[in-house]
């Protein structure tokens, strides 16, 4: 109760943080099905949650995914997650770069780190193309 009350955990997290004090299998598989029957914990509000908060924070789709599967999450609660996040990934992406780098790239090896970064963000082969080929000030974007 204590872990859910600071913030969302997925009933993986939980049962890693339950099996790490020691208890048993049973106890917590128990412990956790009464949470869910409660409402109190629930992987889709989680996921919706968590990608929320990683968008917020500039990173993109796949990274966001890779990141709920780790805790967990899959099939149709990813993309539920997804569907709650609200937010244009290829807006998203111009504005993570343009945070990074304070201009577009000039060079092939700039192009090149900048859209390394990109990737590592999370973002898609479309998302960064818009990123390195748009800034704030074009129109048409």
Same mark, same amino acid.
């Given at each position: ?17 339950l099996?790490?004090?020691g208890l048993?299998?049973a106890? /917590? ?15 889709g509000r ?10 917020a ?5 796949r990274? /966001?995914?890779?990141e709920?599967?780790?805790?967990? /999450?899959?099939?149709?609660?990813l993309?539920v997650a ?7 990934f ?25 859209t ?9 082969? &479309?998302? /960064?193309?818009?990123?390195l080929?748009?800034?704030?000030d074009d129109? &048409?974007?």
């Amino acid at each position: 109760m204590a872990a859910l009350a600071r913030r969302e955990h997925s009933r993986r997290e939980l049962e890693r943080k339950l099996g790490a004090r020691g208890l048993d299998g049973a106890v /917590i598989e128990a412990a956790l099905n009464d949470l869910a029957g409660r409402g109190l914990q629930d992987d889709g509000r989680f996921a919706a949650s968590y990608a929320r908060s990683r968008a917020a924070r500039g990173f993109g789709p796949r990274r /966001i995914v890779a990141e709920l599967r780790e805790r967990g /999450i899959d099939g149709a609660a990813l993309a539920v997650a997804l569907d709650a996040v609200e937010v244009d990934f290829r807006t998203l992406a111009r504005e993570v770069r343009e945070r990074k780098f304070s201009h577009p790239p000039q060079s092939l090896p700039e192009r090149a780190r900048q859209t390394r970064f990109l990737e590592y963000r999370g973002f898609e082969a &479309d998302h /960064i193309r818009h990123a390195l080929e748009h800034t704030t000030d074009d129109e &048409d974007f």
